[in-house]
């Protein structure tokens, strides 16, 4: 048994054959500066942040440039679109009327994380910066650190009390219920915000890049080249098919954590809902 | 058994575990998602509501399988 385990976990670098990364924390970590400013590394993923924020920042500048006429260019009425769907559909939606304060986060973190999940299938890039943890993990504690404030705003120090000791529930149940919501709000909330977008950009670009190698590789591999595109044209031909897939997760998860900021932002405002 | 073996044993036992953790989220998204749409189907003008309200129960149910993903990357 120990035998068979250690063979199939055996990989020789030699071979041209993709092994699994020695270390599973590179989907964590940064790594492989271009060029250092003083502490900051400058790599890859940062690039994609800097081109994320550009990309954002000039489609709203040229989207919304010409405001003032009386008739939107085609492209300024889609911006007005994606605008008015985070404004309406998402913040006044479920946060109701004073929703419109929140509506400028709620579109920044919509379209930053839109652009940056859909840089998992554009070409040449392939890489949704999204996929390490430090960006969905910065933008949960924003997220946390503004349904926090806003909770303890609105409601004063009752915010804290009423999460521990919540009187809608019979007496006997109170410790265990603030008990439950103290960690389900303060300590899972961001984290499973942060996670939600990571685990599924990981997967998504897991996946496509397995098949697409995989195909890839039996392509490229020795031998007969009917019995070679037999094996290699199906995986490649499923990678496609994911790659269709991935768009959907990408736009539906920058969905998701904007719709669940505005839900924990709308649960600070009314506690009591 | 080698420390070698050991680990990668390990390793297989977290992807039982990521895939035990995976069936109970798997049902519960089933009937999240199926009551909606027997609600927008009977309620068509109440469509947007269902619609979010079914984003944020799986969002809620999903939390578990995460939870299982992350214990994945960590044992």
Redesign the interface.
Known sequence: M?QL??A??ECDPAEEIICAPEN?LE?FEFKEALFSIGPFDFTRTVFLIFLAMSIVLFVMWWGLRDRGSLVPTKFGAAVEALVNFVRN?IAI??IGPEGVRYAPYLLTIFSFILVGNLFEVTPFINFPITSRMAIPGFLAVVTWVIFVVVGFYKNGFSYLIDTVWPRSVPIALRPLVGLIELVSIFI?RPI?LA??LF?NLVAGHLMLSLLLASGWIFFTSVGDIGARALIGLPWFVFGLGIYVFEIVVAVLQA??FT??SA?YVQTSVHPEH | MTPEAADVLKGAIALVGYGLAAVGPGIGIGIVVGNAIQAMVRQPEMAGMARTNMFLGIAFTEALALIGFVLFFIA
Do not use: E, N, S
């Open positions: 120990d385990i250690l199939a976990a599973v989907l559909d939606d479920i899972l499973t996670v939600r685990a969905y998701i719709l669940l839900v």
